[in-house]
């Protein structure tokens, strides 16, 4: 019985959608870049409450004392919005579904939301005032900012 379990949680993570190379390189040189600003702090694949579901985008930018862990009770959902969210685009996900995951995000509170998609190296800016097309620069929203011209580079 314990291996059937073993099995079908197996067969379940082989369905979700895997991060590639490139979404994990991308990934590691925004936080990297993050680690330099000693206001913020960025956490990789943290869940969102949202409503009465949840959205886990690939980095949440925190200021960095609002971020307080106790390790005795953790949260699964947190409902604190970070003021950037960050995704990045693998092959197998579709621009439009995770544009319309930024606007969720917005919608709730997050102040902006960066969408990358590396194969244009091309990343989309959404705010409450809507959406802006930039190509490998520097991005800076609240406060935060990335050089893609380096992880692009």
């Given at each position: 019985?314990?291996?059937?379990?073993?099995?079908?949680?197996?067969?379940?993570?082989?369905?979700?959608?895997?991060?590639?190379l490139n979404h994990s390189y991308i990934c590691a040189n925004i936080i990297f870049q993050l680690l330099e600003n000693s206001k913020v702090i960025a956490l990789p694949e943290l869940?969102?409450?949202?409503?009465?579901g949840s959205i886990t985008p690939d980095v949440?930018?925190?200021?960095?004392?609002?971020?307080?862990?106790?390790?005795?009770?953790?949260f699964p959902k947190y409902s604190?919005?970070?003021l950037v969210a960050i995704e990045v685009i693998s092959a197998s996900q579709n621009i439009q579904t995770l544009l319309e995951k930024?606007?969720?995000?917005?919608?709730a509170g997050v102040k902006a939301v960066w969408t990358i998609e590396p194969f244009g190296q091309t990343i989309f800016v959404t705010t409450d005032k809507g959406e802006d097309i930039l190509h490998s620069q520097t991005i800076e929203s609240e406060g935060v900012?990335?050089?893609?011209?380096?992880?692009?580079?």
């Open positions: 019985m314990l291996a059937d379990i073993e099995l079908e949680d197996f067969v379940e993570e082989e369905k979700q959608e895997m991060p590639s869940t969102l409450k949202i409503g009465n949440c930018v925190y200021p960095r004392e609002k971020i307080k862990p106790n390790f005795l009770q953790d604190e919005m970070p930024a606007r969720k995000m917005i919608k900012s990335v050089d893609f011209k380096k992880i692009f580079g």
